[in-house]
């Protein structure tokens, strides 16, 4: 008696755990050169699901990392990273999360994180964002990987 109740408190224990415990960590490296040219976040395009934990980290101190503010779900906390330092954010709720390097972003270097499924309506939304040219320019092609 004692046995199965100790079975069934260990299979409820372990039915509330976070589905979190699978969470993955994602690095992304903000470059002053990459693959796809000057100041770029790499990648530059990030799949995830909520609970992924996504590591920005520069290879030089004039980079940072924060989140476009119109470019967030609803109810998502934003982020900002000090110049020249590691950030982290855990994605939270699912949808599309734009990044910029503040320093760089008239100069393109911008990110897309796509947490979980996007609806064609949140989609729309972020591509009618009013970024700089050169951002816009480098979102319009990460936006178009939405799935």
Do not use: W
Not at 8 to 26: F, M, N, Q, Y
Not at 108 to 118: D, F, N, P, R, Y
Request: aromatic letters at 4%; proline letters at 8%.
């Amino acid at each position: 008696m004692r046995l199965a109740l100790a079975v069934a408190t260990l299979g409820a224990s372990l039915t509330a755990l976070p589905l979190t415990a699978s969470a993955k960590e994602i690095v992304v490296h903000m470059k002053n050169t990459g693959a796809e040219g000057a100041m770029v976040f790499e990648p530059s395009f990030v799949k995830a699901v909520p609970g992924d934990v996504i590591h920005f980290e520069p290879t030089d101190a004039a980079h940072n990392a924060e989140s476009i503010p119109s470019m967030l779900p609803a109810g998502a906390s934003a982020f900002k990273g000090v110049m020249g330092k590691d950030v982290s954010f855990t994605a939270s709720k699912p949808g599309l999360y734009g990044v910029k390097c503040m320093p760089h972003y008239t100069m393109g270097m911008v990110a897309l994180i796509q947490v979980g499924k996007v609806t064609p309506a949140e989609l729309a939304a972020a591509k009618a964002v009013n970024l700089p040219p050169m951002a816009k320019k480098r979102m319009t092609p990460l936006l178009d990987k939405v799935k």
